[in-house]
T-cell receptor, first 114, second 114 residues
Framework: GESVGLHLPTLSVQEGDNSIINCAYSNSASDYFIWYKQESGKGPQFIIDIRSNMDKRQGQRVTVLLNKTVKHLSLQIAATQPGDSAVYFCAENISGAGSYQLTFGKGTKLSVIP | KAGVTQTPRYLIKTRGQQVTLSCSPISGHRSVSWYQQTPGQGLQFLFEYFSETQRNKGNFPGRFSGRQFSNSRSEMNVSTLELGDSALYLC?????????????FGSGTQLSVL
């Protein structure tokens, strides 16, 4: 099956609320994880990353949590704004010699209700 | 710094034809990766090039090929197009010297096969 998957395909939140987007991965060898945001008509945009030796990383209004025990990754967006409406992808990297390949989840569509 | 540039933005082809897509990475980036994005399969890795050499290849038929030039610009080619090749083709670049690097994506080429 797919190595990286998302629990919910769609998520609707009220403007100003916090959003939580979840992601499950199955490969325990994965050691690097990235969240991307993709707006309509654009390519994926890097949001935040985390390495497997960490369990939490914070950015501007975003926090990524990594739980290696249950192979779970989440993206928290604080004070969600209409501009946050997009599809969010988690991606994992399994370190290999001399190459770089990301495995992406299917994506979660976040809709922000004004 | 200019981002990843992909041309053309849109393409319409018919079955059996071939197509060439172009990608210019961010200045200084030596790794270029290609991904196919479809509603059903999501983002799937095609191949990655570094210093004009293919370092890794995804699970796609031989009709999909690519190359990288000495200036790090890359092209991908799809021969004998099939209806199922209709997709958004995304190029991403990274520095290419580490195992865990951020990928920066272009806006993609939307290919429609009729």
């Amino acid at each position: 099956g797919e190595s990286v998957g998302l629990h919910l395909p769609t998520l609707s939140v009220q403007e100003g609320d916090n959003s939580i987007i979840n992601c499950a991965y199955s490969n325990s060898a994965s050691d690097y994880f990235i969240w991307y945001k993709q707006e309509s008509g654009k390519g994926p945009q890097f949001i935040i990353d985390i390495r497997s030796n960490m369990d939490k990383r914070q950015g501007q209004r975003v926090t990524v949590l990594l739980n290696k025990t249950v192979k779970h990754l989440s993206l928290q967006i604080a004070a969600t704004q209409p501009g946050d409406s997009a599809v969010y992808f988690c991606a994992e990297n399994i370190s290999g010699a001399g190459s770089y390949q990301l495995t992406f989840g299917k994506g979660t569509k976040l809709s922000v209700i004004p | 710094k200019a981002g990843v540039t992909q041309t053309p933005r849109y393409l319409i082809k018919t079955r059996g034809q071939q197509v060439t897509l172009s990608c210019s990475p961010i200045s200084g980036h030596r790794s270029v990766s290609w991904y196919q994005q479809t509603p059903g399969q999501g983002l799937q890795f095609l191949f990655e090039y570094f210093s004009e050499t293919q370092r890794n290849k995804g699970n796609f038929p031989g009709r999909f090929s690519g190359r990288q030039f000495s200036n790090s610009r890359s092209e991908m080619n799809v021969s004998t197009l099939e209806l199922g090749d209709s997709a958004l083709y995304l190029c991403a670049s990274s520095v290419g010297q580490g195992l865990n690097e951020k990928l920066f994506f272009g806006s993609g080429t939307q290919l429609s096969v009729l």
